[in-house]
């Protein structure tokens, strides 16, 4: 435990000297994907691969002390090993999410990156995976990809899960197979923003997915890892994010976390409603970006920001500086546990509230970020928005792996 806080502590960059400061940054290096994920649209709205950010521009970003590289499918990109090549230069740790489909570039990636942490997105058991996920043999390819990686001797591979209605009941069986094959387990829950393209991501059945979450807290809880208690109260947290409760901890997305899209346009984070943009690094040198008049102004926005998101993105830093907070949840819910009390999801007012006729669906789901009517901006730039006049998303990744392959 003494080792984990410490770990944390390391790497809280409140506490580094500013001029050697280093963040935290996504790197979102395509908006192309191959898979038809009902909960995320970007398949529908790819970026045109001329325009994807490019060495040159990953050369400038800061030193970061972890690094995310996202997309779209990142391994659509056949230059991926040069991106990866050259974060590695300025990032302490490095981590891929990625549908796992191109197996034999994720395999070669490993082969020179064996310490890059890769994250497979497996939405459930197999038919479940397949339906959500729109991937023909998407269960099999993931999953087949793991094992490979596990064989290989990678230390850091893992599930990522995004829980919703469809899926809630295989959350528990998926993290058992993940912690059999000695697999990292990472969730999520439903989000809106321009980066899911649409803005209809709902949970419907939120007592049904709570009470999941809630079987998932507790073999956490049950564990002898550390590591394992404080993912129990991230999973506690969206709980609280599915009641569109207010968020557990602070949000400093954009202070000393960033992320940054296909075109160099550097934003806060992926889950405002519309992109907000702090510069673009193609034209700009960091220093000059970071320390700018807009850059100030999106912090400002982020200060009053009450969309009250919980992704792992923005609560991971968070739990790092505001360590205290989880700590003390983890320590109450861990003697508890050993009292026989385990922890219940009707700890969580609202969840009582709810359950016992005091606020209704309607009223949580007006608090949500949910919004059918509303016109959500894609975050594409005018020329990749060019191609889609007379051509859909679909047809357009379509021709350009068609394109890779011959
Ligand atoms: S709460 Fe934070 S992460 Fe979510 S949209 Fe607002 S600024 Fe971004």
Redesign the pocket.
């Known amino acids: 435990m003494t080792k984990l806080l410490k770990s944390m502590k390391d790497k809280d960059p409140g506490r580094v000297n500013m001029s050697e400061k280093k963040l935290n940054g996504t790197v979102i290096v395509t908006y192309r994907c191959n898979a038809r994920c009902s909960m995320c649209n970007r398949y529908k709205a790819p970026s045109k691969p001329e325009e994807e950010i490019s060495i040159e521009t990953i050369k400038k970003l800061p030193k970061m002390y972890f690094t995310n590289i996202t997309g779209g499918e990142p391994f659509i990109r056949k230059d991926l090993k040069d991106i990866v090549r050259e974060l590695k230069k300025k990032s302490d740790r490095i981590v891929i999410s990625t549908n796992g489909f191109f197996t034999d570039r994720i395999i070669d990636l490993c082969k020179e990156f064996p310490d890059v942490g890769i994250r497979i997105s497996i939405e459930g058991l197999e038919d479940t995976n397949n339906q959500i996920r729109g991937l023909e043999n998407g269960y099999q390819r993931g999953y087949e990809t793991l094992k490979k990686l596990v064989d290989m001797g990678m230390k850091d591979v893992g599930f990522g899960m995004t829980v919703q209605d469809k899926n809630a009941c295989d959350l528990v069986p998926l993290y058992e197979i993940s912690n059999n094959l000695g697999m990292e387990f990472a969730t999520a829950s439903l ?1 809106n ?1 321009f980066y899911f393209v649409e803005a209809k991501n709902i949970i419907h059945d939120r007592i049904m997915v709570a009470e999941n979450f809630e079987k998932l807290i507790n073999r956490l809880l049950q564990s002898n890892s550390p590591k394992k208690w404080f993912r129990a109260y991230f999973n506690h947290g969206l709980i609280n994010y599915i009641f569109s409760q207010k ?1 557990l901890l602070p ?4 202070f000393d976390t960033f992320f940054i899209d296909p075109y160099g346009d550097v934003m ?6 519309d992109k ?1 943009v702090m510069g673009n690094l193609n034209e700009q040198q960091w220093d000059e970006l970071w320390n700018s008049k807009m850059a100030d102004e999106v912090r400002a ?2 200060r009053t ?7 792992i ?2 609560v991971s830093p968070a739990m790092h500086k505001y360590i205290w907070k989880p700590l003390m949840w983890v320590i109450i819910h861990k003697m508890k546990f050993w009292t026989k009390n385990k922890y219940s999801m009707y700890e969580n007012k609202i969840v009582r509230d709810y359950k016992e006729g005091r606020i209704s669906k309607e009223f949580l789901d007006r608090c949500s970020t949910c919004d059918m009517n509303s016109n959500v901006n894609n975050g594409l730039s005018k020329e990749s928005m060019e191609q889609l006049k007379g051509k859909t998303g679909e047809e357009i990744v379509a021709e350009d792996l068609k394109n890779q392959i011959d």
């Open positions: 989000h923003s968020r949000c400093d997305m954009s806060p984070c992926n889950g405002t409603k907000e926005k982020v920001c009450d969309r009250n998101c919980w992704m993105g923005s």
